[in-house]
C-alpha cells in the first residue's frame, strides 16, 4: 500500500513550529509509516536549524505548489517564500510571522482538496500575529471550515485516555449562553459519535456536560440552560442510538473513577474541557476538527515562543497528531 502523503504546516516561524518540524523529519518512525509534506518557508526553517546547530534533514524540495509531482526521497518540504526575511527572530511575533502561518495553512488546504495530499496536520499558530496581519478568523477551525465550505463542524481534542468535543470554541464567556442551542449540542453529540466509532472502532460513551455549577442545581444556577436546552439534545441523541448521560455537573466530571467509564465529553465553552483535557494529556493529545470533507488534525499546544528555537519543544503532540491523521487516511 502506498504511504499517505501527509501536509504538515510549520505554524508561526517565530515559534516552535520550525523546530517540531526538523524534529519531525528525522523521526523514523514517521518517515515509515506516511510521507510529509510540510509546507513552510525554507529560510525560516533552515535559520531555525543554524540558531539550533543542527542539519536540515534530508527531503525533497519543491517551490511553492505540490501539484501533483512525484517526489524523491523521505519527505517533501514545500517552500512558499513567505515575506517573514531577515528580519525573522525567535519568540517575536509580527504581522509578517501571522501571514506567513496563515500562507502554509491555505496552501495545504488548496492540496488536501486537491487530492494531492491526503490529510493535513497543523503546526501552532499564535492568534495575536494573526489578528496583526489583519487576518479575522479566530482559529484554525473557523478557517478550515470555512475553506471547505462546511456548515456541520466542530473541535474535538482527543488522546488515549479520553476526548472533548466543543459546543462554543473561541469566544469570551458572556457569549456562551447566546450561542448554545439544543440543534447545535445535538450537533455536537453526532459528530463525536461518528468520530469516535470511527477512532476506537466501537460506539463511544458519550458524556454532556452542564453548562452552570452543579449542572444548574435544578434550576437554582443559571437560567435553566441544562433542562431547557442541554437535556433536549441528550435526549434526541440517546432515542438515535448514542451512549450519552447527562448534563452532569462538570467539576466531578473529569474524577478518575469517571473518566475510567467516558471515551467523549460534550463540553459548552473551550476552557470547560481543555483545562482538564489539557493538564493530563499535554504531551499526548491532538485537536481534530470534526465534520470537513478533508482530514485535519494538530497539535494541542500553542506557538510557546518563549523556548522557541531552543530544542527544548516535546515532539510528542506532532507525533500523535501525525499517527492520527494516518490512521483516518487509510
Not at 453526532?190 to 468520530?195: I, N, Q, W
Request: hydrophobic fraction near 40%; aromatic fraction near 6%; include cysteine.
Amino acid at each position: 500500500m502506498k504511504s499517505p502523503r501527509i501536509a504538515i504546516t510549520m505554524g508561526d516561524p517565530a515559534g516552535v513550529g520550525p523546530e517540531l518540524c526538523l524534529q519531525l523529519l528525522s523521526t523514523t518512525s514517521v518517515l515509515t509509516e506516511c510521507h510529509p509534506v510540510v509546507f513552510g518557508d525554507l529560510n525560516a526553517i533552515q535559520k531555525t536549524a543554524a540558531h539550533m546547530g543542527i542539519s536540515f534533514p534530508e527531503c525533497a524540495i519543491v517551490q511553492g505548489n505540490l501539484a501533483n509531482q512525484q517526489t524523491d526521497g523521505p519527505a517533501t518540504f514545500i517552500d512558499l517564500a513567505s515575506d517573514v526575511g531577515a528580519d525573522l527572530v525567535a519568540g517575536h511575533i509580527s504581522a509578517q510571522t501571522g501571514r506567513a502561518s496563515f500562507q502554509f495553512i491555505e496552501s495545504a488546504i488548496a492540496s488536501a482538496i486537491s487530492g494531492d495530499t491526503d490529510a493535513v496536520v497543523t503546526g501552532p499558530i499564535h492568534k495575536e500575529a494573526w489578528r496583526m496581519a489583519g487576518i479575522e478568523y479566530p482559529g484554525h477551525t473557523e478557517l478550515f471550515a470555512d475553506r471547505a465550505r462546511s456548515d456541520r463542524f466542530c473541535m474535538m481534542m482527543t488522546a488515549p485516555t479520553f476526548s472533548c468535543s466543543l459546543v462554543t470554541t473561541h469566544v469570551g464567556y458572556h457569549e456562551v449562553p447566546h450561542l448554545m442551542t439544543t440543534d447545535r449540542i445535538h450537533e455536537v453529540i453526532s459528530l463525536t459519535d461518528e468520530a469516535l466509532t470511527r477512532i476506537l472502532g466501537r460506539q463511544p460513551k458519550l458524556i454532556a456536560l452542564g453548562l452552570n455549577p452543579h449542572a444548574g442545581e435544578g434550576g437554582l444556577f443559571g437560567a435553566n440552560e441544562e433542562e431547557n436546552i442541554i437535556l433536549p439534545a441528550v435526549t434526541r441523541a440517546t432515542n438515535e442510538g448514542i451512549h450519552i448521560a447527562g448534563p452532569i455537573p462538570p467539576d466531578t466530571a473529569f474524577l478518575p473513577w469517571k473518566r475510567e467509564e467516558t471515551d467523549g465529553y460534550i463540553c459548552m465553552y473551550h476552557d470547560q474541557g481543555l483545562i482538564p483535557f489539557k493538564a493530563l494529556n499535554f504531551d499526548t493529545g491532538v485537536n481534530i476538527t470534526l465534520g470537513l470533507p478533508l482530514i485535519r488534525t494538530s497539535v494541542d499546544h500553542g506557538t510557546a515562543l518563549d523556548i522557541a528555537w531552543q530544542g527544548k519543544a516535546d515532539i510528542s503532540s506532532l507525533i500523535s497528531a501525525v499517527t492520527l491523521a494516518v490512521k483516518l487516511s487509510i
